[in-house]
């Protein structure tokens, strides 16, 4: 006997909406308590309380992480770098957003920038091949 589709959703809903302790106690419980002799539904709700437990987990270690990435200077200049570029529309912190439309018009806004740095580049190398070179005497 195993559980529906239904009866798994609703478990599910659950085990998200139980504290931690809670959660602990059924863990112990499905563990402990029932050893072997639990049933395969007993199994399923096992699973499904272990996989919400390691998910929080997972969580919690992520935000340490971050904070301990923000506590450092690199990650604080990283992030503040991040910020600038958010900003200014030139990198989208949604993970599922990607600024694909945007960069078309992107390049039109910062066009004047580009050619401000790379117009002087280009004359002068035109420039050059205008001037003849000389040979200095002491060199060849």
Known sequence: MCLSSEAHAHYLRLAREMD??????????????????GTT???QLHSIVRNE?????????AQLRRSLWLSSRRGRCVEAGKRWLVRHRLWSSARQRVIEPASSSLIKRWRWL????????VALERLS????????AGLR
Do not use: C, T
């Open 129 to 136: 091949g205008l001037i003849p070179q000389r040979k200095m």
């Open 53 to 61: 437990m390691a998910v929080r987990r997972e969580r919690r270690l």
């Open 20 to 37: 931690d302790e809670r959660l602990e106690n059924l863990d112990r419980h499905y563990s402990f308590d029932l050893g072997r002799l």
């Open 114 to 121: 580009i050619w401000a740095l790379l117009l002087p580049l």
């Open 41 to 43: 539904v007993d199994m």
